[in-house]
């Protein structure tokens, strides 16, 4: 869903079901992890939609504006844009890692302190890496040290 600097933070999948545990069931077993990695394939061929998006909408509505301020409008948006299809590149690299942690068995598991991060709390930000508690000390370290 975007927020407000039109950035999609989280996926936001179609037809999208959670992830149900059979009773006693391993976490991250095969089945998890192939429920993740669907995921994230989705939601990195959205992104990749949009990017061919952009790439159509700015050859379709380049023109040169003989008013400075028309020109200087369609550049600011132009901007805008690439910047938010850099941010979403950025993401896209993101996803690819968190597919290849999938593959090399090392996904659902925080980077911090090994505790497992949850389903629920991967179905809402799938590329975690670090468990609630930890993201949190995380942040508050931020805000205090502005780092």
């Not at 927020?3 to 095969?30: C, H």
């Not at 992890?33 to 990195?44: E, K, V």
Request: glycine share 4%.
């Amino acid at each position: 869903m975007p927020d407000s600097a039109g950035f999609q933070s989280q996926p936001v999948l179609k037809n999208f079901t959670p992830y149900q545990p059979e009773p006693d069931e391993t976490y991250m077993n095969e089945k998890q992890r192939a429920h993740f990695r669907g995921i994230l394939l989705n939601w990195r061929d959205q992104l990749m939609q949009e990017v061919d998006r952009t790439v159509h909408h700015m050859q379709d509505e380049a023109a040169n504006y003989p008013d400075p301020v028309d020109r200087a409008t369609q550049e600011e948006e132009f901007s805008l844009e690439l910047r938010t299809r850099d941010r979403e590149r950025k993401l896209i690299k993101k996803i690819d890692n968190t597919i290849e942690a999938i593959a090399q068995d090392d996904y659902g598991y925080c980077e911090s302190c090994g505790i497992e991060i949850g389903i629920r709390r991967l179905e809402a930000r799938p590329t975690a890496d670090k468990c609630i508690d930890c993201k949190t000390l995380d942040e508050i370290r931020e805000k205090q040290f502005g780092a």
